[in-house]
Structures are given as C-alpha cells and as structure tokens.
C-alpha cells in the first residue's frame, strides 16, 4: 500500500513539474517539494533535492527537444548561467544575515500571476525582431539580468525558472519558446549544481521515490516540449498559461495541508 501511494504521488508531482518544465521552463522543486513532503511525509531538504535531480534530465531533455527546433540561444543563455549561479551564492549569504521569512509564497504567487499574463497579454514577439537587438547589447542584458535573477533567488531560495522565463520575454524581448528553450538549457545546470549539494549534505534519499520522480517528470517534460515546438504562439501562450495557474493554485492549497 505504501509502494501504492508513492507511486501515485510521484506520478502527478512529476506531471505537474513535467508540464511546467516542458511549457514553461518552471522549476520541478515549486511542485515536487511540496507534494512530497505534504503526501509522503519527507523531509523538507531531502524533498527539494529530490525535485531538483527531478529537473536534470527533464530540463536538459527538453532543452535539446528547444534546440533541435531552433528555439535555443545557448550563448547568451551560458552568459546568463554564470551570472545566475554566481550571484545566487551572493544572494544566499544576504538572505542568511537577515533574520526573515520574508516573501515565502514568492514563486506560488509568480507562478500564479505569470500564468494570467501569458493568458490575457500573451508575448508574441517574433524571432526577426528578437534577433534586430545588437549582440553587444544582448550580451549585457543577459549578465544584468542573470545578477537580478540569482540574487532574487539566493534571497528568497525559489523561483528561477518562472524569473527566468518572465526576464527573458518581458526585459531582454525574447518570443516565447526561445525564452523556454533557454531558460530550461539554463536551469538543468542549476539544477544539477543544486541536486548535487542536496544530496552531499542531506545524504542519500530514498532511491524509489528519486527514480519515480526523474521517470514521471522526464516523460511529461518531453510531451509539453514537443507540443510547445509545435504549437502556434497563441496557443502556447494560452496553454502555458493555463498550466502555470493551475499549477499555482494546486500548490497554494497544498500549503494549507
């Protein structure tokens, strides 16, 4: 019974990441964590780790799935990396010397608010006018932003993937996909970085549930990301948008369990 219910948990944790991986370059950890530690009883650490080995293999899939399409800007997006991980160290060591729990729904309510934007005002930037930007100045806003992101995120300690995707088409003009297909090559090297120290200091998880997940989000992920290539930007917004909402409130109401 106990297998059962894993089983089932980590079935519709890893949809949920899946789709929101896929779509939206979402990070898995806004949707694993809290189910595991909600549903199974796990510990809150071990569960983040969990969720962010989860976003590895989804993240890298899909970003070769974007990239395979075209919708990949791996130089700027390397550029980015670097300032997102560096200054996310930055931002952990100011959020350690102010004693708060300040703005612990931060990613709940980005995903949430992010998805009714994608919806109602849906980015439909084309490549043609994405590309018209001069290198020299997309190279800068790429280091600015990625400073903003990983300091938001050491800060706070959530909401990359949705920072990510909202700089990327509202800042620096990128059209949808190649905003997602860039944030996702972006993320599953954050996540790997971020996994590995989970693990080292958390110690081993337990390997069914960390199988599960990486297999359930890896199959939603590839799903969402082919359909993403495919779809028309219309569409996509409206079905990232639906997804980020649902996703948003489905994690609300886990926090009142």
């Known amino acids: 019974m106990e ?18 991986t896929g779509f939206a370059g979402m990070s898995a ?16 650490y071990l569960a983040v780790g969990i969720a962010l080995a989860s976003d ?18 791996v130089k700027n997006g390397l550029v980015m990396m670097g300032s997102v991980l560096l200054f996310t160290m930055v931002g952990s060591y100011v959020s350690s010397l102010v004693p708060s729990g300040t703005m612990g729904n931060f990613s709940v309510c980005m995903t949430f608010l992010l998805g009714i934007k994608f919806i109602v005002k849906p980015v439909m930037t084309t490549k043609e006018s994405m590309q018209a930007v001069s290198a020299k100045k997309r190279l800068v806003q790429s280091i600015v932003c990625g400073m903003l992101i990983g300091f938001i995120c050491g800060f706070v300690g959530a909401g990359g993937g949705m920072m990510m995707l909202l700089v990327l088409t509202s800042v620096l003009g990128y059209e949808l996909k190649t905003a997602v297909g860039t944030s996702v090559f972006i993320m599953s090297f954050t996540a790997l970085t971020g996994a590995a120290s989970h693990f080292v200091i958390g110690g081993t998880p337990d390997v069914l549930t960390l199988v599960l997940c990486v297999l359930f989000t890896l199959l939603w992920a590839q799903i ?10 219309k569409t996509l917004n409206r079905a990232t948008g639906i997804v980020l909402v649902v996703l948003g409130a489905v994690i609300f109401l886990f926090s009142f369990f």
């Open 29 to 44: 950890a806004a949707v694993i964590s809290p189910m595991l530690i909600t549903f199974l009883g796990m510990d809150p």
């Open 224 to 233: 969402a990301a082919r359909f993403a290539n495919k779809a028309a930007p």
């Open 3 to 20: 297998i059962l219910i894993t089983v089932i948990v980590t079935f519709f944790a890893g949809m949920g990441a899946g789709l929101g």
């Open 56 to 73: 590895v293999l989804a993240s890298a899939v899909s970003a070769y799935t974007y990239g395979k399409n075209k919708n990949l800007d």
